[in-house]
């Protein structure tokens, strides 16, 4: 078939930025003369700029089959797709339909059947994830062909599947199964919606309990909900919520706790002081089901206890102890007398498995008014030096939690353990920063700040006041600050932890629109490179987090993971994309790179001026539903 000039071009240019190295890309970037040298219009030049974002874009696809990890090249073909849609929707589809193709048929060699469709069902949802940024009915219809698709793998070997249709007992596991899957999806989609448009989050999150299963993603949804659209658009999905956990009562002490404080608002700070009287956000009856489903919840954990492992069964009844107690003013107020009873009753039999020390502990804590002193009284009584110690730890937090900062660092000295007395030490002050910096007292706030005595900790706490500073103040000359925090880390030995404070301080540059970001990132660009040992594995400084760099592969953090590149890339590629790219062309990850430039495309493309989407199909995007081109 013969191409005309008009496709060559473009195809030649791709195949050729895909052999490219980064070095050699590094050089042609250099050599290319900025877009803003051209004596061309403010129109000319935006569309000139897009349609080279667009060429570079095009390039960075192919190299990303280069990626070793199956998880970081997911996410980033998933991100290169995503970033096609404006310009050619068809060809980003296909993208989008073939990468969820290529996750199915991948072979996951060296994993248990379980862990393989566990990882694959995980990637597929990220994909979809990333489709709803564009099209949430697209990703729902992704979601529905991929749940199916999906439970029809299951029954086929690895590297030996084919379609088949399950009967009798099979055909219905397989249909309960969808519907679970199908749940799953709709309340991660749910999710993915909430923070820009929470109706349509609502909807979603009906619709997943329309399958007629509650789902753990659920839970943690209904408090945002209810904040963003009110407690009368939110109620009925909880009483749909609570109905459905009153036939099946599956749920664990910690979804019964998010529950509670959906119920009862004066639950939400914990252990911290309260807002006083705070009335419940729904009926009496509903009141009431609730707390029939916490006495149901209660008795499951109890059956629990019998088959759970030693320290699980501690877990699970400190727990439910610190529940019952929270609770039993609710029930006192608005449960039955049976109720009560019940719940008196469930309590006493946790109180037996417990020391009379666990008991007052968690007694203290579900009352946080009374806790400081109860905590000192037990330290005073404690015979053992770590006890003591423990036990004025927690009374010097919940001084702080009730706004008492000086009884609070002087409750910390009291602690005999240096090292402990350190950490809360050190803990307190780094709190009492943000508060300070928060009320917009920053001379106090830099006070305890260089009173840190971690030097990352110390240049992190810095730059968190110089970044608030900027927000409260447009203008704000922070520059001291923020020079001051690069020292102190230019002096620490290369770490991941070092390259994640310099980006920190790159992102408050950013945010005060000092052209000095770009030369910081360099900077945090070069202290990337170096945090990572000769066999690739990344070095950290504490101890703790150092035995992470030998373990395997598969539960090593993904490196797309690590280190947050993409939203300061993206605004710096939107502010000057050819020397945001020079500087991510440095990183020598190939992850991270490719990463950094698909970061600086999306900043680029939001910048410059907006062309007709090409949704009629092109030389490029002539493709059929089964992903062949």
């Known amino acids: 078939m013969k191409l005309s000039k008009s496709v060559i071009h ?220 009110g407690t009368d658009r939110v109620n009925p999905l909880f009483e749909r919520t609570l109905t459905l956990l009153l036939e099946h009562p599956r749920l664990t002490t910690q979804e019964l706790q998010l529950l509670a404080i959906y119920i009862f608002p004066d639950l939400q700070l914990g252990n911290m002081p309260g807002p006083g009287e705070v009335a419940p956000v729904v009926s009496l009856p509903l009141i009431r089901q609730f707390l029939e489903l916490a006495l149901r919840t209660f008795t499951r954990t109890q059956q629990q206890l019998a088959i759970a492992s030693k320290e699980r069964r501690q877990r699970l009844v400190m727990h439910a102890y610190f529940l019952t107690q929270q609770l039993r003013p609710k029930f006192e107020q608005y449960g039955s007398p049976e109720a009560i009873t019940a719940l008196m009753s469930i309590s006493d039999q946790l109180a037996t498995l417990l020391t009379e020390e666990q008991r007052q502990v968690i007694e203290a804590n579900a009352q946080p008014q009374a806790n400081v002193a109860k905590m000192l009284e037990l330290a005073e009584r404690a015979t053992d030096p770590g006890r003591r110690d423990a036990y004025r730890a927690q009374a010097a937090m919940s001084a702080y939690a009730s706004g008492d900062y000086v009884n609070a660092l002087n409750i910390a000295k009291r602690i005999e353990d240096r090292e402990m007395r350190t950490r809360v030490e050190q803990q307190i002050k780094k709190l009492l920063t943000q508060v300070f910096a928060e009320r917009g007292e920053f001379d106090a706030a830099l006070k305890y700040a260089r009173e840190v005595s971690d030097p990352v900790e110390r240049a992190s706490m ?17 520059m001291p600050i923020l020079v001051e925090a690069e020292q102190i880390v230019a002096e620490l030995p290369d770490s991941v932890e070092k390259a994640m404070v310099m980006l920190w301080i790159t992102e408050t540059h950013i945010a005060g629109e000092s052209e000095r970001a770009f030369s910081v990132l360099a900077k945090a660009v070069e202290s990337i490179n170096r945090a990572f040992d000769e066999k690739g594995r990344p070095k950290y400084r504490r101890p703790l987090e150092s035995g992470r760099a030998g373990r395997s592969n598969e539960i090593l953090p993904r490196m797309t993971d690590m280190f947050r590149l993409e939203p300061i890339f993206r605004q710096l590629g939107r502010r000057d994309f050819d020397r945001t790219v020079a500087i991510a062309l440095e990183l020598n990850r190939r992850a991270l790179r490719l990463q950094a430039e698909l970061a600086a495309c999306e900043g680029a493309l939001m910048g410059a001026r907006p062309v007709k989407d090409k949704d009629a199909e092109s030389p490029t995007s002539r493709v059929d539903e089964s992903g062949r081109a």
């Open 10 to 229: 473009p195809v030649i240019s791709v195949l050729i930025l895909s052999l490219m190295s980064g070095a050699a890309r590094r050089s042609l970037q250099k050599e290319t003369p900025p877009e803003n040298q051209q004596s061309v219009s403010g129109a000319e030049e935006s569309s000139g700029q897009r349609e080279q974002v667009l060429q570079t874009l095009r390039g960075l696809i192919p190299m990303i089959e280069e990626v070793e990890d199956i998880r970081d090249r997911v996410r980033l073909k998933a991100r290169a797709a995503g970033l096609l849609w404006s310009s050619d929707r068809p060809q980003a589809r296909f993208q989008f339909r073939r990468l969820l193709s290529a996750i199915d048929e991948y072979p996951f060699e060296g994993k248990k059947s379980e862990d393989a469709a566990a990882m694959r069902e995980q990637l597929r949802r990220e994909v979809i994830l990333e489709v709803t940024r564009y099209d949430r009915q697209f990703a729902e219809e992704l979601a529905h062909r991929a749940s199916r698709e999906s439970e029809e793998s299951k029954s086929q070997p690895e590297k030996h599947r084919t379609t088949g249709v399950a009967t009798g007992p099979d055909q219905q596991r397989t249909i309960e199964r969808e519907r679970y899957q199908r749940a799953i999806r709709l309340a991660a989609l749910a999710h993915q919606s909430m923070s820009d448009d929470p109706e349509r989050a609502l909807k979603l999150a009906e619709e997943s309990m329309a399958e007629g299963i509650v789902t753990f993603q659920i839970f943690p949804l209904l408090i945002p909900l209810k904040r963003a659209l």
């Open 462 to 478: 810095l730059n968190m006041v110089a970044r608030i500073w900027v927000q409260k103040e447009k203008g704000a000359f922070v």
